[in-house]
């Protein structure tokens, strides 16, 4: 059987993340930027922009989305989705706090 398995691991801690900022860690190949809103909300997504590859924890953080900084595009920090006229997508990964733990979940 070859059964995937979702893990739950720590991947710092809230206060490692500047308000409005990212930072990245590695799974195997990819990197995950992880997200902390002005409001204390923490997201995770594959640290690419669905249009052309830009670094996405380089981006702006506001309402709720980043601003890839190479050529503005708005994805939302939720879903990974393009946001107004722009299509595409980024993956996201499910994200929750144990006090000041950002765990992360991914597959096995």
Not at 12 to 26: E, F, M, T, V, W
Not at 42 to 47: K, N
Not at 65 to 71: A, N, S
Not at 82 to 105: H, M, N, R, W, Y
């Amino acid at each position: 059987m070859n059964a995937l398995t979702q893990t739950w691991v720590t991947v710092g801690l809230l206060s490692d993340i500047p308000i409005r900022g990212a930072r990245c860690i590695k799974n195997g190949d990819m990197t995950i930027a992880v997200f902390r809103t002005a409001d204390g909300r923490v997201f995770a997504l594959e640290d690419n922009c669905p249009h052309k590859n830009g670094p996405l924890s380089q981006g702006i953080v506001h309402d709720g989305c980043v601003t890839c900084p190479l050529h503005n595009w708005v994805i939302s920090l939720e879903t990974g989705i393009a946001q107004g006229a722009d299509e595409g997508q980024t993956l996201s990964f499910p994200v929750k706090l144990e006090g000041d733990k950002i765990l992360l979940e991914v597959s096995r």
